[in-house]
């Protein structure tokens, strides 16, 4: 079993960045695609990004890209989520996942196995 931990999240103002932590108990970390996912309060839990076990490949959701990049350190057991440009609209808890199974259908959240308890983002206006 893979246990995460996300950290790095916090009340900040629109234009700003944040960079988000991800960090897995296993060493196993490496074999595994890592996704971030975001749910705001009312909404279903949305795909944000996911950045395949050698980190040569990622995958950005629409509403993201060109603000935000993922990245990882296999050697730390960790993915990161650097956030710029934040506006409004990215006020949500977010969430790291691992997923087994190959770079297909990173954004699904059913691929993912296993998740962090999240990180809050609050952007302010």
């Known amino acids: 079993q893979v246990q995460l931990l996300e950290s790095g999240g916090g009340l900040v103002q629109a234009g700003s960045s944040l960079t988000l932590s991800c960090a897995a108990s296993q060493q196993t970390f490496y074999m595994y695609v890592v996704g971030w996912f975001r749910q705001a309060p009312g909404k279903e839990r949305e795909p944000v990004a996911a950045i395949r076990w050698d980190g040569a490949a990622t995958y950005y959701a629409n509403s993201v890209k060109g603000r935000f990049t993922v990245f990882r350190d296999n050697a730390k057991y960790t993915t990161y989520l650097q956030m710029n440009s934040l506006k409004p609209e990215d006020t949500a808890a977010y969430y790291c996942?691992?997923?087994?199974?190959?770079?297909?259908?990173?954004?699904?959240?059913?691929?993912?196995?296993?998740w962090g308890q999240g990180t809050q983002v609050t952007v302010s206006s």
């Open positions: 996942a691992t997923k087994r199974g190959g770079w297909i259908n990173v954004m699904q959240r059913s691929e993912y196995d296993y």
